[in-house]
């Protein structure tokens, strides 16, 4: 069974940078299209960033493109999340999730969850 499990938000200061880990078990992980959501307080998930299999094509919300990289590392189940110059509105909990096979942008479809991990950016 694959589990996903998010690590490294935290509280940090408008300006500053979080990078998100979300490590991933079992052996599809170099099968599966990635992404990363989020959902702030009150809000409904909302897409960040996607990766394809082997790590492109890439996809960004407009909101953090510019701002976040995502990227993978195939050999070691790990999905990551580059946050830089945060700002206040991307306070959220962070979820990444996968699909086999095709990069979406849409948590339809997507076969695997984490719990998230929360972020939060004071001003």
């Known amino acids: 069974q694959v589990q996903l499990v998010e690590s490294g938000g935290g509280l940090v200061q408008a300006g500053g940078s979080l990078r998100l880990s979300c490590g991933v078990s079992g052996r599809t992980f170099s099968t599966t299209a990635m992404v990363w959501f989020r959902q702030a307080p009150g809000k409904e998930r909302t897409f960040v960033a996607a990766i394809d299999r082997s790590g492109k094509p890439t996809r960004y919300a407009e909101a953090v493109e510019g701002r976040f990289t995502i990227s993978r590392d195939n050999a070691k189940n790990i999905l990551y999340l580059q946050m830089n110059n945060l700002q206040p509105e991307d306070t959220a909990v962070y979820y990444c999730?996968?699909?086999?096979?095709?990069?979406?942008?849409?948590?339809?479809?997507?076969?695997?969850w984490g719990k998230g991990t929360l972020v939060t950016v004071s001003s």
């Open positions: 999730a996968g699909r086999p096979l095709t990069i979406a942008t849409t948590e339809a479809g997507m076969r695997y």
